[in-house]
């Protein structure tokens, strides 16, 4: 077995081999792999950066919506969500004109919304009830909505509503 560089993990090596080979597959499983990590270890910078550069790789090769690829983007928007960066947020859960995969846009609009309803954005209501029947096309847009619903009818003091968005977040889940 070659002997890696000074300073190289074995997932770094595992990354540019991948790179130079023109893997690209390999390549974006690796990065988001490493990112997982650092997201896992709690060192939210290093996995947004991490994230950040497994997307770029899956945008600039035209694999925007790839596995690994997309949940790039999709976790570099919910690091930037956790650090507060709610621009970034925006930007990242942005889709006009790229013609997205229903499941990966609704990914996003639900990181979207519970940044828009933390924010106190105006568009809150009308992102939450764009999000709702989308619910069921996957488990983490259901608990993501719910989460920004939640968030949304508590930050009203709307018990009730809070409470039936966890409902209807259990049954959807369920």
Do not use: N
Not at 23 to 42: C, F, N, T, W
Not at 45 to 70: D, I, L
Not at 116 to 128: K, W, Y
Request: net charge negative; with cysteine.
């Amino acid at each position: 077995e070659r002997a890696r560089s000074p300073g190289t993990s074995p997932t770094d090596e595992v990354i540019e081999r991948a790179h130079r080979d023109g893997d690209v597959h390999a390549e974006l499983r690796s990065r988001y792999l490493l990112a997982s990590l650092q997201h896992e270890r709690g060192d939210l910078v290093k996995a947004k950066a991490a994230y950040h550069a497994g997307y770029t790789v899956a945008r600039e090769s035209g694999r925007p919506w790839a596995p690994y690829g997309f949940e790039a983007r999709l976790m570099e928007a919910h690091v930037a969500y956790q650090l507060g960066d709610w621009d970034d947020v925006m930007e990242l859960t942005a889709v006009g004109g790229q013609a997205p995969p229903p499941i990966p846009e609704a990914t996003l609009l639900g990181v979207r919304a519970m940044c828009v309803v933390h924010r106190g954005d105006s568009s809150a209501e009308q992102v939450l009830d764009q999000l709702r029947p989308l619910w069921p096309l996957d488990g983490l847009v259901g608990i993501s909505g719910a989460a920004a619903e939640i968030d949304w009818y508590g930050g009203r003091g709307d018990v009730a509503g809070a409470s039936a968005a966890f409902d209807r977040a259990v049954d959807v889940v369920g």
